[in-house]
């Protein structure tokens, strides 16, 4: 079982920058797979990033290529997203989740799930 606690959201301005951290318990992070999925206030869950167990590999939703990087260090059991350019339609809860399956580029089918974190992007 793997046990997810996200941290670094906030209220930032428009064009300014956030850095989420997702803690992972257990030996075995570099086993999962891992992402990143945010839901607005009465949308749908939607897909923001993904990486594959040992990083080389990553997907992004259009929405936010070229303003988010996702990135892992597998030595301290924690995945990243450096979130840059915010925008207002940015805001949300993100969501931290891993996979024990191949990499994914989808909203749902995660194993485990953090309990989110809340980004507000002001205009």
């Known amino acids: 079982q793997v046990q997810l606690v996200e941290s670094g959201g906030g209220l930032v301005q428009a064009g300014g920058s956030l850095r989420l951290s997702c803690a992972a318990s257990?030996?075995?992070?570099?086993?999962?797979?891992m992402g990143w999925v945010r839901q607005a206030p009465g949308k749908e869950r939607e897909f923001v990033a993904a990486?594959?167990?040992?990083?080389?590999?990553?997907y992004y939703a259009d929405s936010v290529k070229g303003r988010f990087t996702i990135s892992r260090d597998n030595a301290k059991n924690t995945v990243y997203l450096q979130m840059n350019s915010l925008k207002p339609e940015d805001t949300a809860v993100y969501y931290c989740?891993?996979?024990?399956?191949?990499?994914?580029?989808?909203?749902?089918?995660?194993?485990?799930w953090g309990q989110g974190t809340q980004v507000t992007v002001s205009s």
């Open positions: 990486i594959s167990r040992s990083g080389d590999t990553t």
């Open positions: 989740a891993a996979r024990a399956r191949p990499l994914y580029s989808g909203a749902y089918r995660y194993d485990y």
């Open positions: 257990g030996r075995t992070f570099s086993s999962y797979a």
